[in-house]
C-alpha cells in the first residue's frame, strides 16, 4: 500500500498542541483532571458543556484534546457530544491504563486519581508520538455501534434459549414457551439488523464500504456489516496494525534461549470470530485468490486452525488495501 503512511496521519491526526483534558467517567457524573485541577460534572449536555468551557478559561487554549476510557454505554454518548461540538477526542484502552498506573506505583483507586493518571497517560502516549485522534469515527458509526450492541445481546439470548430447547424438557408447555420467545428474538434481530443497514445504505460512504466488502470472496452480510460499523480503521492503517487490532496477528514469544509458540490473542473479537467464519466458508468459493492460499497452506502441512487464521489475515490485508484505494480514487481491479 503506498503512501500508507501519508493516510494514516491525515486521518489520524497527532494533537500537538492541544490541552489534554482527562476523564473518569461514570453514568450519572464525571471528574475531569487537567494540570492537576480536578472538577467534577454532571454527565449530561450541560455538565460536558461546562467542562469544555472550564477547559479552555484554565488552559487559556481554544484547542483541547479530551481523553477518557473506554466504557462501551457510558463513553459512547460521552463521545457523540464531543463530536458534535468538534471537539478532539481519544479513547483509550482500559487494561493499558491500569498497566500504566501500576508501573508508576499509583496504588490508591479513587475517580480523582483516575482522572489524572488518564491525563498523564495520554501526555506520555504524545510524547512518543503515539496518541492519535480516531476522525473516522463518525456520528453515525456511533449510532450504528449501538444498534449492533442491541444485534448481538439478542444472539445471546437466542443462543441460551436453543441452548435450553436442546435439554429434555419435562413438560410440554415449557418447549412452547421456549419457541415463543425463540420466534420472537428471530423477529427483533431482523427487525434490528434492518434498521442498521437502513442507516447504512442512508450514508453514500458507508454504503460503497459495504459493497466493496461484499465483492470479496468469502465476506457475507454480516461480516461487511460488521466491518463497516467495527472497523473503520480499514484503509487508515498498515496491514500489520489492522491485524494486530482485529487480534488475528501471531504475537511472538521469546526471551533468551526460550523461543515459544506464538499464538493470537486479544483485538476485537465479534471481528476476530466473524473473520474465522468466513474462512471456513472460503473452502465453499469456486475459485479465489484466498482460497488457493489456504490450500496452499494445507498441502505444505500447516495444521487447519493455523491455515485458516493465515487465511483471514490474508483476507483481511487485502480488503484494507481496498479500501485504501476507494479512499484515494484508484480503480480497483477485482
Known sequence: MKNNKEVKLDNEQVCSDAAIVGVDLAKASFKASLNGSVRSFVNNEKGIEQMLSWAKAKSKQDKLLVAYESTGTVSRPFTMQLIERDTAWVCLFPPALKAFARSIGKQVKTD???ARIIEEYAGNLRSLGRLRTNTYVTRTILILREIES???FIKRQIKTVKNSLQAEKLLQENAETLETILSTLEQQKEQTIERSMRIIKA???LYERYKLYLREPG???ELARCLVVSM???GHCRGSQIAALVGISPVERSSGKMDAERHIHGG???VRNMFYAATVSIYRCKDCEAKRFLERMLRAG????????ATAHKILRILNAKAWKQMQGIPIIE
Open 112 to 114: 480523582k486519581q483516575d
Open 302 to 309: 500447516k495444521p487447519t486452525r493455523v491455515a485458516l487464521i
Open 219 to 221: 465476506v457475507g452480510k
Open 150 to 152: 442491541t444485534v448481538d
Open 203 to 205: 450514508d453514500e460512504k
Open 232 to 234: 473503520p480503521e480499514l
Open 268 to 270: 476485537r473479537v465479534q
